[in-house]
């Protein structure tokens, strides 16, 4: 419903101090996964649309520390119908910097 969250904890990389790797979205499907989406998009803080800034749901190696606690509000796009989410990571060489953990996750 409207008023969930998505919560977890996520850390990106097998370096805890590099800022090296490919990031981690977390995205959304509505249609059996056949199409997928930023569960946030983003908003910057010079967006007249936006009730201030956001940061997008696209997570980097060592952006905020071994690990970044995430929560999220269940918005319309996600509270009606069922959905399926994922955290995504574009590794094609499969290298150490590839790799990503999650921990605490609740809806």
Do not use: M
């Amino acid at each position: 419903s409207i008023d969930d969250v998505i919560a977890f904890q996520i850390s990106v990389g097998c370096d805890k101090l590099s800022k090296e790797g490919r990031p981690v979205l977390l995205q959304y499907s509505k249609d059996g996964g056949v199409t997928w989406a930023l569960v946030e998009e983003g908003c910057p803080a010079s967006a007249l649309h936006c009730h201030g800034p956001k940061e997008p749901s696209v997570y980097h190696p060592g952006h905020h520390g071994p690990w970044t606690r995430v929560l999220l509000p269940v918005d319309h796009r996600l509270a009606q119908g069922s959905v399926q989410v994922r955290w995504v990571q574009d590794n094609p060489g499969e290298t150490a910097t590839g790799e990503f953990a999650l921990r605490g996750f609740y809806i």
